[in-house]
């Protein structure tokens, strides 16, 4: 059974950190770009960050210097490491394998 499964969100004062996770099974997932998109109340989904199966990462301007994303083959596992937390990163978060597997998203609110 494909899937992702989120977890790592929650509440946090602006300046703090939270890591997220995405535990990816029933798929390699290194073969595949992995990436992280966020949905506010009452805005459309958006990128925040990606990585593809050599390594190489992206991110929106929004998070650049703030959040980092990486992803541990051995456990099959993504994150996404994020500091110096905004009010304006208030959002669902999602994990994403090559654009077509989602997983059900984890809250973040600060």
Not at 7 to 35: E, P
Not at 47 to 54: E, F, K, P, Q, Y
Not at 82 to 102: F, G, P
Request: hydrophobic share 30%; with cysteine.
């Amino acid at each position: 059974h494909v899937q992702l499964v989120e977890s790592g969100g929650g509440s946090v004062q602006a300046g703090g950190s939270l890591r997220l996770s995405c535990a990816a099974s029933g798929f390699t997932s290194n073969r595949y770009r992995m990436g992280w998109f966020r949905q506010a109340p009452g805005k459309e989904r958006e990128g925040v960050a990606g990585i593809d199966s050599n390594g190489r990462t992206r991110y929106a301007d929004s998070v650049k210097g703030r959040f980092t994303i990486s992803q541990d083959n051995a456990k099959s596992t993504l994150y996404l490491q994020m500091n110096n937390l905004k009010t304006e990163d208030t959002a669902r978060y999602y994990c994403v394998a090559a654009l077509q597997i989602w997983g059900q998203g984890t809250q973040v609110t600060v």
